[in-house]
């Protein structure tokens, strides 16, 4: 039934025969793709099970579409927001050609180019973008705030940690995650914080990166961005690519705001904890409660950030920080990904 709707809407704003309607695997969200081709036509059905949420991504895809951002042009929506049109971008994630290094292992030429083109792009949506922007219609928080880091640290604790079956005082636990929270707070900005930016949301079309996925985002520190996208766990990233696709952020932050690199790497770390333990979390939930292998998969990549992440000194989460540690000495997680 709900496809049929699709397909009502693909005719009338196409006005040619469905010739092809082709389901497209499922991510991380319960939402449902589809490619419909005509004859000279292709475009990506999407039907979702949030309306606040369908809302949220129509909202912004207008906005940032209007201010001239990379994003996919949306063609269409039913009128009660349950299903959409989006133009077609293709099949080839940035996330594939980082995956594909060559024989030495280092990243192709054009993966490297798409990447600092990437990191170019990214200031200007999270500022550009925040422009006249109403945070009001983000789902489900117009900013990221103090509720919103407790989720995702909780999300990390009832569906990663309890899952490994290590003891923990969770006082303790929740004293660090208090001061977690204070410290990331510090950092405020008034700029679109994407959340899911990671190279599987990013299309190359046209020989260009084109940002999808961003209905999450809400009114943020760009720190959370960048901690997202250079630490994917799959991504495997080494720290002197991380550090060259840092630079060229910061040099394309400069029209936008300036700070001393040894503020932003001071800032930026405690982004990549957090966003570590939050990514945890979520592959906890969707690898051992939804049953998404894909996720499963996932899991020792991030262990193995985990374990580099850790070289770092978090003197002011000392609880955490031993946590953290044990989870990376359990026996699933002992050998470390070459």
């Not at 009338?12 to 010739?19: F, K």
């Not at 129509?58 to 989006?86: C, E, R, T, W």
């Not at 208090?178 to 510090?186: G, I, P, Q, V, Y």
């Not at 060259?244 to 930026?268: G, H, M, Q, V």
Request: proline share 4%; with cysteine.
């Amino acid at each position: 039934m709900e496809e049929s709707y699709l397909k009502n809407l693909f005719n009338q704003q196409i006005g040619e025969p469905i010739q092809s309607m082709e389901q497209l695997p499922l991510a991380g969200s319960n939402r449902q793709y589809y490619r419909i081709k005509s004859e000279h036509q292709s475009l990506i059905g999407v039907i979702g099970t949030s309306t606040e949420e369908n809302n949220a991504f129509i909202y912004m895809a207008k906005h940032f579409q209007n201010a001239g951002l990379p994003v996919p042009k949306l063609i269409a929506h039913s009128s009660d927001k349950q299903s959409y049109l989006q133009e077609d971008l293709g099949n080839i994630a940035l996330f594939d050609l980082i995956t594909q290094r060559t024989a030495t292992g280092d990243l192709s030429s054009d993966a490297i180019h798409l990447l600092h083109q990437t990191m170019q792009a990214l200031p200007r949506f999270q500022f550009e973008g925040a422009k006249d922007f109403d945070f009001n219609q983000c789902y489900p928080q117009p900013t990221f705030n103090r509720r919103t880091i407790m989720w995702d640290l909780n999300y990390f604790k009832y569906c990663f940690l309890k899952s490994t079956s290590l003891d923990f005082q969770e006082d303790l636990l929740e004293d660090d995650f208090e001061r977690l929270a204070d410290t990331l707070l510090l950092t405020t900005d008034n700029a679109f914080m994407y959340r899911d930016f990671q190279s599987r949301n990013v299309m190359i079309h046209d020989g260009k990166p084109t940002f999808i996925d961003f209905q999450g985002g809400r009114k943020g520190p760009i720190y959370y961005d960048l901690a997202s996208f250079l630490w994917q766990a799959k991504a495997n990233f080494t720290d002197k690519e991380r550090t060259l696709f840092i630079d060229t952020y910061i040099e394309a932050l400069r029209p936008y705001a300036t700070i001393s690199r040894e503020e932003f790497n001071k800032n930026l770390i405690y982004f990549v904890l957090f966003r570590t333990i939050q990514v945890l979390g979520a592959y906890g939930y969707r690898g051992y409660f939804e049953r998404k292998e894909h996720f499963i998969q996932s899991i020792p990549y991030a262990i193995n950030n985990l374990r580099e992440l850790l070289k770092h000194n978090f003197t002011n989460f000392p609880y955490i920080s031993q946590l953290l540690f044990k989870i990376t000495e359990l026996k699933q997680y002992s050998t470390p990904i070459i």
